[in-house]
């Protein structure tokens, strides 16, 4: 039933998937400056220097995506779409983490740490 | 022959559709919102004993399902998953030549059904659909395994309640 090919096939793949996660996994620098971009517009914020939290509200087709930033990160806390992926990315900090919710066109990252320059 | 073709790609159909619709059950327990691909060992399955045909024919109509439930964008990944990995899968199960078992195909079939997602992802967002690029292959993994157990346990079942399924 398994064969020699699918054995190689399986461990060729997780070899890949293990050393593209370091690859993306650009380090632990913590960033300054989170980007959130959305159907129409982009905003920055410097979010170590926040002293409370804030919630940027985006409307979005069906209904609103709801982003938190406070000093430790951010993450998405609500969003219309039916996968909620970029719910449970959770929070993200670190020099070009992303969190994205591909049906509302919405997406946070950490500036710094691009991945173009991961792949160099 | 041709009418009982075309039945038993409807009924594989209805049940692709509703395999889908209980999978959006279980994102709530999966790590970036993974679904187990369960409707992949039907169109699998079909494109083993129905042909490339009847795998195509249910793709379109879990996709037509997933538009009504779920949405464009949902609809336009389903599709886009579902006709590659049905392509692939087809190609891999009529080939005599290949050295893949069930699992190896399963594998490949979410692994392309997975790429092809990511493709339409890049189109909209951008480079950043690239970070899920890591979990995507290793979730191809688990979930290609998954299938292409189901996918022999089905076929053997199957072919021992009625010999003319292949």
């Known amino acids: 039933m398994i064969k020699r090919a699918d054995i190689i096939l399986i461990i060729v793949l997780l070899a890949a998937a293990a050393a593209l996660f370091f690859a993306f996994d650009s380090s632990s620098d913590a960033g300054e400056q989170v980007i959130i971009t959305g159907p129409q517009n982009e905003v920055k914020i410097d979010f170590r220097s926040l002293t409370e939290e804030k919630r940027i509200e985006i409307e979005v087709e069906n209904g609103k995506v709801i982003i938190v930033v406070d000093s430790q990160g951010a993450q998405f806390v609500q969003s219309p779409c039916s996968g909620q992926q970029c719910v449970n990315m959770g929070k993200i900090s670190k020099k070009g983490q992303y969190a994205v919710c591909v049906p509302c066109r919405v997406q946070i990252r950490i500036s710094g740490g691009e991945l173009d320059g991961v792949t160099e | ?166």
């Open chain 2, 1 to 166: 022959m041709k009418i009982r073709k075309i039945t038993y790609s409807a009924l594989l159909g209805a049940l692709a559709a509703g395999l889908s619709a209980i999978e959006v059950l279980f994102v709530p327990f999966m790590p970036f919102g993974a679904k187990p691909g369960l409707s992949n060992v039907v169109t699998m399955y079909a494109a083993k004993s129905l042909g490339i045909g009847s795998a195509l024919a249910i793709t379109l109509i879990k996709s037509l399902f997933v538009l009504v439930m779920r949405g464009t964008v949902a609809a336009l990944m389903s599709l886009a998953g579902g006709t590659v990995s049905a392509l692939a899968t087809a190609f891999l199960l009529k080939n005599g030549k290949t050295k893949m078992g069930y699992i190896g195909i399963g594998i490949i079939g979410a692994l392309l059904h997975n790429f092809s997602q990511l493709g339409l992802s890049f189109a909209i967002i951008g480079a950043a659909s690239l970070y899920y690029l890591p979990s995507i292959i290793f979730f191809a993994v688990v979930n290609g395994t998954l299938t292409g157990l189901i996918l022999f346990a089905t076929i053997g079942f199957l072919r021992k309640k009625d010999g003319r399924i292949q």
